[in-house]
């Protein structure tokens, strides 16, 4: 890893949550790829079940279609299959997981049950309505790998195509706008909640979800020097 600067603490749990179009994606990519930790993106997992089409996917299609939740049991199922492929010491970073109080208190049993060390911190990305309504608008994936891109922000090399594989770039069938309104109702009723049980554990810190990408990721930093998590 040629631009890696520092590594993360060893067996580091960081949580990202935030509403859709906050840059949780983008900064858990950036960071796993610059700090040398792995990063799981409930929503890429799960896109990714649907394209292969297995049992879990198919369940659950209809829900990230239409911006509703999928079943706790579903995404929970999923999310632990990917952590149990990690070593026990792996750092990881987990983005929109846990985003309801009973996946965040199914997650703190697990990692007690299997003898890990506890989530360290989450970040909550803040950002207002009007521009999350125009981030999710110009962003586009590759129908291929999945990669995410954003005409203004996060252009791809070539107009149309994915910089990594050169697939064909599409919006994100949730991100129209009725689903986006559904998506942020979602959020306020569902994972807000979520912010005052680890605000109540002391684990909760806030970072600007508004910024540019590169000013977020290193306000991103800055946090988990001081939480002594890089
Ligand atoms: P965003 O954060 O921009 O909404 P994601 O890619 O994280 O996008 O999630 C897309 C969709 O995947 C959600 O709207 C939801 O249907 C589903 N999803 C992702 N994570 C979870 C989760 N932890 N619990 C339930 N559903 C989830
Ligand atoms: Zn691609």
Redesign the pocket.
């Given at each position: 890893m040629a631009d890696c600067v520092a590594a993360v603490k060893t067996g580091m749990r960081l949580i990202l949550l935030g509403?859709?179009?906050a840059g949780?994606?983008t900064q858990a990519t950036l960071l796993a790829q610059r700090h040398g930790t792995t990063s799981l993106?409930?929503?890429?997992i799960?896109?990714d079940a649907i394209r292969r089409g297995d049992p879990i996917g198919r369940k659950?299609s209809r829900?990230?279609e239409s911006?509703?939740?999928?079943p706790?049991d579903l995404?929970t199922g999923l999310?632990f299959q990917r952590l149990d492929g990690l070593g026990k010491e792996e750092s990881f970073i987990l983005?929109?997981?846990?985003?309801?109080e009973s996946?965040a208190r199914v997650l703190d049993a697990r990692l007690m049950e299997k003898g890990q060390s506890p989530v360290d911190l989450v970040v909550d990305f803040e950002i207002s309505e009007e521009k999350i309504v125009r981030r999710?608008a110009g962003r586009r994936i590759c129908g291929a790998c999945g990669a995410s891109y954003h005409l203004e922000k996060k252009a791809p090399r070539r107009e149309g195509a994915c910089d990594s594989c050169a697939g064909g770039l599409r919006i994100r069938e949730?991100d129209r706008p009725e689903t986006i309104r559904r998506?942020l109702l979602?959020y306020h009723e569902q994972t807000e909640p979520l912010l005052k049980f680890y605000r109540a554990q002391g684990k909760l810190q806030v970072v600007p979800g508004d910024l540019e990408i590169e000013d977020q990721y290193q306000a991103l930093l800055e946090l988990l020097k001081r939480e002594r998590l890089v």
């Amino acid at each position: 890893m040629a631009d890696c600067v520092a590594a993360v603490k060893t067996g580091m749990r960081l949580i990202l949550l935030g509403p859709p179009g906050a840059g949780k994606g983008t900064q858990a990519t950036l960071l796993a790829q610059r700090h040398g930790t792995t990063s799981l993106a409930s929503g890429d997992i799960l896109r990714d079940a649907i394209r292969r089409g297995d049992p879990i996917g198919r369940k659950a299609s209809r829900y990230v279609e239409s911006g509703a939740l999928v079943p706790d049991d579903l995404v929970t199922g999923l999310i632990f299959q990917r952590l149990d492929g990690l070593g026990k010491e792996e750092s990881f970073i987990l983005d929109g997981f846990p985003r309801t109080e009973s996946q965040a208190r199914v997650l703190d049993a697990r990692l007690m049950e299997k003898g890990q060390s506890p989530v360290d911190l989450v970040v909550d990305f803040e950002i207002s309505e009007e521009k999350i309504v125009r981030r999710l608008a110009g962003r586009r994936i590759c129908g291929a790998c999945g990669a995410s891109y954003h005409l203004e922000k996060k252009a791809p090399r070539r107009e149309g195509a994915c910089d990594s594989c050169a697939g064909g770039l599409r919006i994100r069938e949730d991100d129209r706008p009725e689903t986006i309104r559904r998506r942020l109702l979602v959020y306020h009723e569902q994972t807000e909640p979520l912010l005052k049980f680890y605000r109540a554990q002391g684990k909760l810190q806030v970072v600007p979800g508004d910024l540019e990408i590169e000013d977020q990721y290193q306000a991103l930093l800055e946090l988990l020097k001081r939480e002594r998590l890089v």
